[in-house]
């Protein structure tokens, strides 16, 4: 469902058509900008701006990290779901996809799981990596984990301090244990303050007659104002990131990103759909 069109009774004496006008295209300011700037990394042309071709070289420009390199570099890795005793704590671990546990989503997320035809049983495998890292003042944990099934990701815990950025983690994570196409990008249980006040204050308002939290997936197409600002958050430029190192440009694209709280109404998750390029997906 897109929710780019809103029709409201005009009660203060004005054009309607101005006023259905204002309301078919809400504005979300810079975050809007740089989601518009950030779709048309997925597509290459001849005459695109310097700004657009530096972005791509920001998300690509460089290998992605394997298992090995977090070996190398110090990071504890952890399967989430051990049976019988868990590797050591604070030690590096290797990746054997054959010793990775099965585990089953998120409970949070089971309804649009459903809803897209996936297994609620548990055949993922969900991977924990954490690293004190340091700079020259001060100390903290960067930590992820990542679960990841045919066409999967989820990502359950995002938080950097100094590192690989997510985008990285996720692709490493998937190629490990996964060959399908990627079809499904989670961000579940969300923090982030930029994409908390975005969803809750300005998409889910009184212009789209959406009120926040809403268990009910509200799915925002490519092109549309809500898509474009969603996209411009630090939570869609990680997946724009993952899209354009994980593949060629100009294959793949984020065709929509969904929003939606669990049924409890505590949480906050989004759900980015990653399809075949094409430029009929567009509507600009």
């Known amino acids: 469902m897109v929710f780019n069109k809103f029709v409201r009774s005009n009660t203060d004496g004005g054009d309607p058509t101005k006023e259905r006008s204002r309301l078919q295209k809400p504005q979300y300011g810079e975050l809007e900008k740089e989601g518009a700037a950030l779709q048309k990394c997925f597509t290459y042309s001849p005459g695109e701006s310097y ?31 051990w049976k019988g005793d868990p590797p050591v704590s604070g030690r590096p671990q290797g990746w054997n996809p054959v010793m990775a546990p099965l585990t089953a989503l998120p409970w949070s997320i089971l309804p649009v799981a459903k809803q897209l035809g996936l297994s609620t049983k548990p055949i993922y495998k969900t991977v924990s990596l954490f690293k004190l890292v340091k700079d020259n ?11 990841v099934g045919p066409g999967l990701i989820v990502s359950q815990l995002s938080s950097r301090f100094l590192g690989p950025h997510w985008s990285d983690v996720a692709l490493a994570v998937y190629k490990q244990y996964e060959t ?42 490519i092109g549309t104002s809500e898509y474009k600002a969603l996209l411009g958050t630090p939570l869609g430029r990680g997946v724009v990131a993952l899209v354009l190192r994980g593949y060629d440009r100009g294959t793949k694209l984020i065709s929509s990103i969904s929003t939606f709280s669990d049924e409890h109404k505590v949480s906050m998750h989004m759900l980015f759909v990653i399809s075949d390029h094409s430029k009929s997906l567009f509507d600009e």
């Open 137 to 147: 003042a001060e100390s903290d944990y960067s930590d992820y984990i990542i679960q």
């Open 51 to 81: 700004d657009i071709k530096a972005r791509v070289i920001q998300f690509s420009g460089h290998p992605p990290w394997s298992p090995q390199d977090f070996v190398k570099t110090g990071w504890t890795i952890e399967r989430i779901g």
């Open 180 to 221: 399908a196409p990627l079809k499904y990008v989670f961000r579940v249980d969300i923090t982030n303050e930029v994409v908390e006040r975005l969803i809750s204050e300005d998409i889910y308002s009184v212009k789209t007659g959406l009120e926040w939290p809403d268990s009910i997936r509200q799915e925002w197409k």
